[in-house]
């Protein structure tokens, strides 16, 4: 039986094994890391330039920019969300990311996310 605080440990989880991958990856302005999050309903993720803090390029299932198919979903959605931020990215110039998948599983809407930025282009 779990008990009543089981998702505020499992959420504790996800944060020690985020910081463990960042101790890890580390963005440059030659490949900037890609950091997802995942919530229950979305998905946001943007490459960012450690060296200097930067955000470069920043996309969500809620952009005003990104158009998602009713039928799809939230699967279809997260890769529809990454296929627009590989195309962000390229006009940008960003070719190469390394990825940071947040302590999430790499299963799923994190998968589909980096399958949908690998399409548009971008190079883990």
């Keep these: 039986m779990k008990s009543k605080n089981a998702s ?3 959420r504790l989880a996800r944060q020690r094994r985020h910081y463990h991958i960042r101790n890890r990856v580390f963005g440059t302005p030659e490949r900037p890391r890609l950091a997802v999050f995942r919530s229950l309903k979305n998905i946001y993720a943007q490459i960012i330039d450690d ?3 930067n955000t470069l390029v920043s996309v969500s299932t809620l ?3 990104l158009s998602l198919d009713p ?3 939230r699967t279809g959605h997260s890769f529809d969300t990454g296929k627009k931020l590989g195309e962000l990215a390229k006009a940008k110039g960003v070719t190469k990311v390394t990825f940071d998948r947040g302590g999430y599983l790499y ?3 994190v ?3 980096a399958e949908g ?3 548009a282009g971008l190079e883990f």
Excluded: V
């Design 117 to 119: 930025a690998r399409k």
């Design 51 to 53: 060296t200097t803090g």
């Design 8 to 10: 505020y440990q499992k």
């Design 107 to 109: 299963h799923g809407r």
């Design 63 to 65: 952009s005003k920019e």
């Design 71 to 73: 039928k799809h979903k």
């Design 111 to 113: 998968k589909a996310l």
